[in-house]
């Protein structure tokens, strides 16, 4: 594997369910960055994690909740979303804060 | 107003033709980023600059720091070149990237 891989690339989940996306990181990178990207809106950033720290939280509900076990593998927990929540959820990683992120393919996530 | 502009918002071009897209911001940066977005959603960073001129291929992104603008330009376009073009600043003493709503292009055979 090479890059940042994301999965699942589909997600369809119900208002109740609990679910989880994975993001890992090949490139011996030290931060990490969950985006969302909602139709024909800009890419809106959520989560960024420095050195596993995280360093940023844009006021993001808490039914979404990251979570950063080690430098290659940040993770995005869900739960009781709604269906205004349905986007593409892109995961970036890259060397030092400020500097070229790489993007993973992005989970397409639906919610009924 | 928004930080970043872009203009246009979508363009449609035959192959071959010499494409310019255009972004403007109004906040001071450190540098400015030119991404590629495919149908199906994977980003792929372009350019990374923070002044002058870059050339990878077919592809040139120049900026002028004075005038907060910088242009992405694509030569003897291709259908393959079909995607969305994002254009995204990095704040002046800060990480986060500020971005732009993005251009896309349609090159027709």
């Known amino acids: 594997e090479t890059g940042v891989t994301q999965t699942p690339r589909h997600l369809v989940m119900g208002m109740t369910n609990k679910k989880s996306l994975k993001c890992e990181q090949h490139?011996?990178?030290?931060?990490m960055y969950w985006y969302k990207q909602s139709a024909k809106k800009p890419l809106e950033l959520m989560f960024v994690y420095s050195l596993e720290e995280r360093v940023e939280n844009n006021s993001v509900p808490s039914r979404f909740s990251p979570e950063c076990p080690n430098s290659s593998h940040l993770f995005l927990h869900l739960h009781t979303l709604q269906p205004e929540d349905s986007a593409l959820y892109l995961c970036?990683?890259?060397?030092?804060?400020?500097?070229?992120?790489?993007f993973g393919p992005g989970t397409r996530l639906t919610v009924t | 107003k928004n930080e970043v502009e872009q203009s246009p918002q979508n363009l449609t071009a035959q192959e071959g033709e010499f494409i310019t897209i255009n972004c403007s911001y109004s906040?001071?940066?450190?540098?400015l980023h030119w991404l590629q977005q495919h149908p199906g959603g994977g980003i792929v960073s372009l350019f990374m600059?923070?002044?002058?001129?870059k050339k990878h291929g077919r592809l040139i992104a120049t900026i002028n720091i004075q005038e907060k603008h910088s242009s992405l330009h694509i030569t003897a376009s291709h259908p393959r070149d079909s995607a969305v073009y994002i254009c995204?600043?990095?704040?002046?003493?800060?990480?986060?990237?500020?971005w732009g709503a993005g251009t896309k292009l349609i090159i027709k055979p």
């Open positions: 600059l923070s002044s002058g001129k």
């Open positions: 490139l011996g990178h030290n931060a």
């Open positions: 995204a600043v990095t704040l002046y003493r800060h990480y986060q990237l500020i």
């Open positions: 970036a990683s890259s060397q030092d804060l400020a500097n070229e992120q790489y």
């Open positions: 906040v001071g940066i450190s540098a």
